[in-house]
C-alpha cells in the first residue's frame, strides 16, 4: 500500500535562517506531489505541485521554492525565512483522477 | 479560476442532532470533489468523493454529500452527530486533468453534549 512520509513534524527556525522540508511517497509510481500551507482561518493554499521529476508548477509567488529531484521525493526550500513562513504544511499526493493522500505535516514557527 | 468556499466559519451542533455544512465551487468543468476531515495537528482524512454518476454520495464514518450542479454546490451531511466528529472540515475541487486540488478556507464543527 502507498504511504508517504512528511518531516519533521515541528521546527523552531530564526528569521533568515533556510528550510528544507521533505517529502516522500512509497508503493506508488509517477504520483502528482503538492505542498499546501495552512494558516488560521485561511484554508489550505495550494503553494506548489508538480506532475513529474524536475516539473514544478508554482501557485503563488513567494519566499518559498519546491524541487522534485526524484520520483517520489517533493522538497520545500526557503534560502531565507521570514516570520510569515511560519504555518501548518502539508505534504500530499495524488494520481490522475483521483484524491489527495495527505502527510501528517509540519509546524513551522519562524522566530 | 477555481474556487471553493464554505460559508459556515464555525458551526456548534448537540450530540445526536444532524449536520450539514455547505460547499460551494467555482468550476469550468465538471469537477472532482472532495470533502476531507482534520484533527488538531495531524494531516487530512478523506471522508468522501465524487467524480460521476449518482449525486449522492456515502462516505466514511456515516457521512453523505450530494452535488448539485444546478447550485455549484456539495454540502456534506450526517443524519446524527457522535462527539467524535468534532474537528475541522474541508472541501475540495480537483481538476480533472492537471491534478491540482483547491481547498475552502474550512468549517470547524464543535459538537456538545
Known amino acids: 500500500s502507498q504511504t508517504i512520509h512528511q518531516w519533521p513534524a515541528t521546527l523552531v527556525q530564526p528569521v533568515g535562517s533556510p528550510l528544507s522540508l521533505e517529502c516522500t511517497v512509497e508503493g506508488t509510481s509517477n504520483p502528482n506531489l503538492y505542498w499546501y500551507r495552512q494558516a488560521a482561518g485561511r484554508g489550505l493554499q495550494l503553494l506548489f505541485y508538480s506532475v513529474g521529476i524536475g516539473q514544478i508548477s508554482s501557485e503563488v509567488p513567494q519566499n518559498l521554492s519546491a524541487s522534485r529531484p526524484q520520483d517520489r521525493q517533493f522538497i520545500l526550500s526557503s534560502k531565507k525565512l521570514l516570520l510569515s513562513d511560519s504555518g501548518f504544511y502539508l505534504c500530499a499526493w495524488g494520481e490522475k483522477e483521483s484524491e489527495a493522500f495527505f502527510g501528517q505535516g509540519t509546524r513551522l514557527t519562524v522566530v | 479560476a477555481q474556487s471553493v468556499t464554505q460559508p459556515d466559519i464555525h458551526i456548534t451542533v448537540s450530540e445526536g442532532a444532524s449536520l450539514e455544512l455547505r460547499c460551494n465551487y467555482s468550476y469550468g468543468a465538471t469537477p472532482y470533489l472532495f470533502w476531507y476531515v482534520q484533527s488538531p495537528g495531524q494531516g487530512l482524512q478523506l471522508l468522501l468523493k465524487?467524480?460521476?454518476?449518482?449525486?449522492l454520495v456515502q462516505g466514511i464514518k456515516g457521512f453523505e454529500a450530494e452535488f448539485k450542479r444546478s447550485q455549484s454546490s456539495f454540502n456534506l451531511r450526517k443524519p446524527s452527530v457522535h462527539w467524535s466528529d468534532a474537528a475541522e472540515y474541508f472541501c475540495a475541487v480537483g481538476t480533472l486533468m492537471g491534478g491540482q486540488f483547491y481547498f475552502g478556507t474550512g468549517t470547524s464543527l464543535t459538537v456538545i453534549p
Open positions: 465524487y467524480f460521476s454518476g449518482d449525486t
